[in-house]
């Protein structure tokens, strides 16, 4: 199982050398969520999933969200 950060928009995972990626085998890897919603919260994105990767069945689980230092989601007003 691979925990990973996702930019839930996209659905793109966190890379280890910064970016992003459709390909969450080539996503950055962590060794806890804790871990990854501390790293999450420092990335300059705005809302973010971790998520548990399990590449043999392809499967996804959410496990926790937030946001990042990135510019909060603009609010549209009827």
């Known amino acids: 199982m691979h925990i990973l950060i996702e930019k839930p ?5 966190l ?11 080539d996503g ?3 060794p806890s969520t804790r ?3 501390r790293a999450a ?3 300059a994105i705005g809302r ?4 548990w ?4 069945t392809n499967q996804f689980v959410n496990l926790n969200h937030g946001r ?3 510019a909060p989601e603009e609010t549209v007003l009827a």
Request: charged content about 20%; cysteine-free; aromatic content about 16%.
């Open 15 to 25: 890379k280890p050398t910064g970016g992003w990626t459709k390909n969450p085998l």
């Open 35 to 37: 871990l990854a919603v």
């Open 68 to 70: 990042g230092t990135g």
């Open 53 to 56: 990767y399990i590449p043999k």
């Open 41 to 43: 919260k420092q990335e």
């Open 28 to 30: 950055k890897y962590f």
């Open 48 to 51: 973010f999933t971790i998520v």
């Open 9 to 13: 928009e996209t659905l793109e995972y």
